[in-house]
């Protein structure tokens, strides 16, 4: 993890990815890549299709000492965006890597993060597609020559890793080898570690369920190399559920929030005693 001052917003990358069969038409702007998430004001990304969890706390009434009025309790978004605005100065534009399997609660979590923070959103598999012509012409591509395709993911990162305010989901690539891995220290890096059972429910790709717990046993080793891990699991036993479903954007956002504030706050207490008396 490197947090670090005067970050530079998304501009122009002009760097070509060189690998036969794939290259980016420079000049590449990521600003304009079909990827590229504007930054939005009032968005909610549920991660299972249910009815909203709905909370209230009750006030006593002045006029009527018997009567008692609900009232709706904090808003989960407002408590994402608090908990965003208390951290922000401190994060100083640092980006944020998320990793692990590719899912809708990743997806999801990282466009809320983005939000909250007032951060750029990409999705670095995405920008490897879009650069070859969709995802179809990137597969043949990586079929056909896989050490180019691991180049062009590592471009990729290396375009991301040099600039500040984004929240990138990236794919499987960036910790598979010591050079990707080298880049995500360039932010903060998390692990949303979701069950494989429960990414295979989500996944509309076809692969079977055994295929995505290999998957899951291969990756888990590269995956547990970020700053942080932020497990489904743990956050649904935290907040009393024994449903995994019932665990929010906002909820699993509001975790990743809190350990971002941990890690900068062990930042800044080692900054402070480095300084010389």
């Known amino acids: 993890m490197e947090i670090i001052a005067g970050t530079t917003a998304p501009t122009m990358a002009t760097q070509s990815?060189?690998?036969?069969?794939?290259?980016?038409?420079?000049?590449?702007?990521?600003?304009?890549?079909?990827?590229?998430?504007?930054?939005?004001?009032?968005?909610?990304?549920p991660i299972i299709s249910r009815k909203p969890r709905i909370t209230t706390r009750s006030i006593a009434d002045d006029t009527t000492s018997n009567t008692v009025t609900k009232v709706p309790a904090e808003d989960p978004s407002f408590a994402v965006k608090k908990k965003a605005a208390g951290i922000s100065t401190e994060?100083?534009?640092t980006s944020i890597?998320?990793?692990?399997?590719?899912?809708?609660?990743?997806?999801?979590?990282?466009?809320?993060?983005?939000?909250?923070?007032?951060?750029?959103y990409f999705d670095s598999d995405s920008l490897v597609f879009e650069a070859a012509g969709g995802e179809s012409a990137a597969k043949a591509f990586r079929e056909s020559d896989e050490k180019g395709y691991q180049q062009a993911e590592t471009e990729v990162l290396k375009q991301l890793s040099s600039m500040g305010r984004l929240v990138v989901c990236a794919g499987n690539g960036a910790v598979q080898s010591s050079a990707n891995l080298a880049l995500l220290r360039h932010g903060i890096s998390l692990w949303i570690d979701v069950p494989p059972g429960m990414v295979a429910r989500m996944d509309h790709s076809g692969f079977p369920e055994s295929e995505l717990f290999a998957l899951y046993k291969e990756m888990r080793?590269?995956?547990?190399?970020?700053?942080v891990t932020v497990s489904l699991q743990k956050v649904a036993s935290?907040?009393?559920?024994?449903?995994?479903?019932?665990?929010?954007?906002?909820?699993?956002?509001?975790?990743?929030?809190?350990?971002?504030?941990?890690?900068?706050?062990?930042?800044?207490?080692?900054?402070?005693?480095?300084?010389?008396?």
């Open 17 to 45: 990815i060189t690998p036969k069969g794939l290259k980016f038409d420079p000049p590449f702007s990521l600003l304009h890549s079909q990827s590229y998430a504007p930054i939005r004001t009032s968005l909610q990304y």
């Open 91 to 93: 994060l100083k534009g």
């Open 97 to 120: 890597f998320l990793v692990g399997m590719n899912n809708a609660i990743k997806t999801h979590l990282g466009k809320f993060l983005a939000d909250a923070l007032r951060y750029y």
């Open 238 to 277: 935290q907040l009393g559920y024994d449903d995994l479903d019932a665990v929010t954007t906002e909820d699993m956002t509001l975790e990743v929030l809190k350990e971002i504030e941990k890690l900068t706050r062990k930042k800044k207490m080692m900054e402070e005693a480095a300084r010389p008396f």
């Open 221 to 227: 080793d590269g995956y547990a190399t970020a700053d």
